[in-house]
Nanobody, 124 residues
């Protein structure tokens, strides 16, 4: 099982980025995938997740209406479209799987396999 996050970079406030999480070793319909972020000096927090099978989506309150999670089963890739970015969104973003059908953004402990992070910097 491998997860590989990419797509981070430097963006101005108000801008957009799309992160990608390429998975291998399992099919996306079987397991939930979560996006998390960790800002300097802060704990890792859940951002969004998408469940297996029914692709139900969940969002942290801080990103609702600005971020959209989606997946492409044929490409084994989960995306996180981030719009209206602000400096508080600056963090290293990670994707992970909990090896369950249903996902959650309320914590990190249920997630067992993590990709490497990708840095998002929102600054003018």
């Amino acid at each position: 099982v491998q997860l590989q996050a990419s797509g981070g970079g430097l963006v101005q406030p108000g801008g957009s980025l799309r992160l990608s999480c390429k998975v291998s070793g399992f099919h996306l319909i079987y397991y939930g995938i979560g996006w998390f972020r960790q800002a300097p000096g802060k704990e890792r927090e859940g951002v969004s997740c998408i469940s297996g099978t029914d692709a139900k989506t969940y969002y942290a309150d801080s990103v609702k209406g600005r971020f959209t999670i989606s997946r492409d089963d044929a490409r084994s890739t989960v995306y996180l479209q981030m719009n209206s970015l602000n400096p508080e969104d600056t963090a290293v973003y990670f994707c992970a799987t909990n090896f369950r059908l249903v996902c959650s953004v309320s914590g990190t402990s249920e997630y067992k396999s993590w990709g490497q992070g990708t840095l998002v910097t929102v600054s003018s």
